[in-house]
């Protein structure tokens, strides 16, 4: 799973160190450590902190790691700003995240579709 490796490269993309992150998140710095590395998988709870301590949208930890950052990451504010290709933002957004989707595992999509399950529901309260 790209999780580990997503954390790591958004919080060396935002110049945090481990504990920075973690005293952000209100999580322990081994918890960090053991989630970059693989040694864990994370409670969603425990994301959607981190999701928010790194000021970031948590669906860009289940992005492949194959697919730069860069990329996946909107710098305009405007959701009507319009792409090359004629599409909105928001458009785009979604065109690239189910391009992505094809390629996952169907354990991981399942994943991403309990997280999304529950992310609903939150708002929902």
């Not at 864990?40 to 928010?52: F, N």
């Not at 390629?103 to 529901?121: I, N, P, Q, S, T």
Request: proline share 3%.
């Amino acid at each position: 799973m790209v999780v580990g490796t997503r954390l790591r490269e958004i919080r060396t993309k935002k110049n945090l160190s481990r504990s920075e992150l973690a005293d952000r998140a209100g999580v322990s710095l081994s918890y960090v450590s053991r989630l970059e590395n693989g040694h864990l998988l994370p409670a969603i709870e425990a994301l959607e902190k981190l999701a928010r301590a790194l000021d970031t949208p948590l669906y860009l930890f289940f992005c492949d790691d194959k697919v730069p950052l860069n990329s996946l990451v909107q710098t305009e504010s405007s959701d009507q700003h319009t792409e090359p290709n004629g599409l909105s933002k928001w458009e785009h957004m979604v065109e690239q995240f189910r391009a992505l989707l094809g390629d996952l595992l169907d354990e991981d999509r399942k994943l991403l579709l309990h997280v999304a399950a529950r992310m609903g529901r939150k708002r929902k309260a």
